[in-house]
């Protein structure tokens, strides 16, 4: 029977268009997952739990606070094999080590930092051009062409070329993700087209010698613009850890099209390097129970947010509005992965876990309606969205609650007051 892998595109900044060409130390602080008063210190990374933990889509890549079985671990030790290929018509250009080199050691890096050293990424390369046995346009390739295992065109065939050329020496039971990086000359340039993709959450169809499936697959094609252009993959191996699309594929205004804009990779992953939005860090298990606090009743709480570019500290605060939504409040600041926050202060979201990727799952709250944005310099990046946070003396209002952004701390942490009038609405069973 064909088995159809559920498939996540690369595609980023205008959405559907392609890119423009060109520590703190110390035990964690904060409060208990569960609100109330604040818990002792919990150091010990864990996947999310309690009633903020909303439940929701799990047929398909979602913002689901559990991400459902059949993605790849997301914290830990995490262990990718990496191919290389070209085609009779595009040899590569390069060597092997090369555009190798163009992706690690910076994507284990990259992900180090994010994870507050919470994952542990590493990558073994076949540092060899497998080349296919057809030129490049006899494969059929294109945006959104899917994994058919029934077919001899298509990433199918791609896919079993590989595994022809390398199952006799590869055990693939020993890995978590698989990586294909396609030489950069095959096919147009990701300027003019997005291709690269990832094939994640279910089987493809096709097993291995081991009999294991050739699933979370990573297929990268062309170059990418902009000074970490590394980050595709990091997009694309984060669908491999069960997070979606952000940015908007259907009908609306181009400011809809990114509605995070540049505060997560995930929406727009061109341009400048970006950090992951904090439910995305408690989601992929890289935040301590100590580091999360859930406003689940109603009150009066103030307390102090510490930036996502610094480890330690309270990272998220949710404050659930239904089984399936919730508002999110996180600090953000320049740092190591944060390159171009120009308006420090208190990013606020709006979450929906039943909203599948590119439909728009998570909204950014504009601080600033209306403003042309403080980062304008790089056309890969929303501007409209780059001056979003709160900042001192300014108050977001939602339903059922009130954010007043007290200010930043001589530490750098910022403070907040929230008052919730009512607990969420029509919660069911808390998930």
Same mark, same amino acid.
């Given at each position: 029977?064909?088995? =159809?892998?559920?498939?996540?595109?690369?595609?980023?900044?205008?959405?559907?268009?392609?890119?423009?060409?060109?520590?703190?130390?110390?035990?964690?602080?904060?409060?208990?997952?569960?609100?109330?008063?604040?818990?002792?210190?919990?150091?010990?990374?864990?996947?999310?739990?309690?009633?903020?933990?909303?439940?929701?889509? *799990?047929?398909?890549?979602?913002?689901?606070?559990?991400?459902?079985?059949? %993605?790849?671990?997301?914290?830990?030790?995490?262990?990718?094999?990496?191919?290389?290929?070209?085609?009779?018509?595009?040899?590569?250009?390069?060597?092997?080590?090369?555009?190798?080199?163009?992706?690690?050691?910076?994507?284990?890096?990259?992900?180090?930092?994010?994870?507050?050293?919470?994952?542990? %990424?590493?990558?073994?390369?076949? =540092?060899?051009?497998?080349?296919?046995?057809?030129? %490049?346009?006899?494969?059929?390739?294109?945006?959104?062409?899917?994994?058919?295992?029934?077919?001899?065109?298509?990433?199918?065939?791609?896919?079993?070329?590989? =595994?022809?050329?390398?199952?006799?020496?590869? +055990?693939?039971?020993?890995?978590?993700?698989?990586? $294909?990086?396609?030489?950069? +000359?095959?096919?147009?340039?990701?300027?003019?087209?997005?291709?690269?993709?990832?094939?994640?959450?279910?089987?493809?169809?096709? *097993?291995?010698?081991?009999?294991?499936?050739?699933?979370? $697959?990573?297929?990268?094609?062309?170059?990418?613009?902009?000074?970490?252009?590394?980050?595709?993959?990091?997009?694309?191996?984060?669908?491999?850890?069960?997070?979606?699309?952000?940015?908007?594929?259907?009908?609306?205004?181009?400011?809809?099209?990114?509605?995070?804009?540049?505060?997560?990779?995930?929406?727009?992953?061109?341009?400048?390097?970006?950090?992951?939005?904090?439910?995305?860090?408690?989601?992929?298990?890289?935040?301590?129970?100590?580091?999360?606090?859930?406003?689940?009743?109603?009150? +009066?709480?103030?307390?102090?947010?510490?930036?996502?570019?610094?480890?330690?500290?309270?990272?998220?605060?949710?404050?659930?509005?239904?089984?399936?939504?919730?508002?999110?409040?996180?600090?953000?600041?320049?740092?190591?992965?944060?390159?171009?926050?120009?308006?420090?202060?208190?990013?606020?979201?709006?979450? *929906?876990?039943?909203?599948?990727?590119?439909?728009?799952?998570?909204?950014?709250?504009?601080?600033?309606?209306?403003?042309?944005?403080? %980062?304008?310099?790089?056309?890969?990046?929303?501007?409209?969205?780059?001056?979003?946070?709160?900042?001192?003396?300014?108050?977001? *209002?939602?339903?059922?609650?009130?954010?007043?952004?007290?200010?930043?701390?001589?530490?750098?942490?910022?403070?907040?007051?929230?008052?919730?009038?009512?607990?969420?609405?029509?919660?069911?069973?808390?998930?």
């Amino acid at each position: 029977m064909k088995t =159809l892998a559920i498939v996540v595109m690369a595609v980023t900044t205008l959405a559907m268009t392609s890119p423009v060409p060109a520590g703190r130390g110390g035990p964690d602080r904060g409060a208990g997952a569960q609100g109330g008063p604040p818990a002792l210190a919990d150091t010990g990374a864990r996947p999310p739990s309690g009633p903020c933990a909303l439940p929701g889509a *799990t047929d398909n890549v979602s913002e689901t606070a559990l991400t459902p079985p059949g %993605y790849a671990p997301s914290s830990g030790v995490v262990r990718a094999i990496t191919f290389l290929i070209d085609f009779p018509d595009a040899p590569a250009k390069v060597t092997p080590q090369e555009r190798y080199a163009e992706f690690f050691p910076a994507v284990a890096d990259y992900y180090r930092t994010s994870s507050y050293g919470r994952l542990d %990424y590493r990558s073994t390369p076949v =540092l060899r051009w497998i080349r296919m046995s057809r030129p %490049y346009p006899a494969y059929g390739i294109e945006r959104g062409t899917p994994f058919d295992a029934s077919s001899d065109d298509g990433y199918a065939a791609l896919s079993a070329e590989i =595994l022809d050329a390398v199952d006799d020496t590869v +055990d693939f039971r020993r890995y978590d993700l698989i990586n $294909v990086l396609v030489t950069p +000359d095959a096919g147009p340039p990701a300027t003019e087209d997005v291709r690269s993709v990832t094939f994640a959450g279910t089987p493809t169809g096709l *097993t291995t010698a081991e009999g294991t499936s050739f699933m979370n $697959v990573s297929f990268i094609w062309s170059r990418q613009t902009g000074d970490s252009p590394f980050r595709v993959l990091n997009h694309e191996n984060a669908h491999s850890f069960g997070l979606p699309d952000l940015y908007y594929t259907g009908r609306g205004s181009a400011l809809l099209k990114t509605p995070v804009g540049h505060w997560d990779p995930m929406d727009e992953d061109w341009g400048p390097s970006e950090d992951f939005l904090a439910w995305h860090k408690w989601k992929l298990g890289w935040l301590a129970p100590a580091q999360v606090r859930c406003l689940d009743r109603p009150g +009066d709480r103030s307390f102090a947010l510490t930036p996502t570019s610094v480890p330690g500290g309270l990272k998220l605060a949710v404050l659930p509005v239904s089984r399936h939504t919730a508002i999110t409040l996180e600090a953000r600041a320049p740092g190591p992965l944060d390159h171009v926050v120009c308006r420090p202060g208190v990013l606020v979201t709006a979450v *929906t876990t039943t909203m599948y990727t590119g439909s728009g799952p998570v909204r950014v709250a504009d601080a600033t309606p209306g403003s042309r944005g403080c %980062y304008t310099s790089d056309l890969n990046v929303n501007a409209a969205l780059s001056d979003a946070p709160y900042a001192a003396g300014q108050t977001y *209002t939602g339903p059922g609650v009130t954010v007043d952004v007290l200010g930043a701390t001589d530490g750098g942490d910022w403070r907040v007051r929230v008052r919730t009038v009512r607990p969420r609405a029509s919660a069911g069973g808390r998930g």
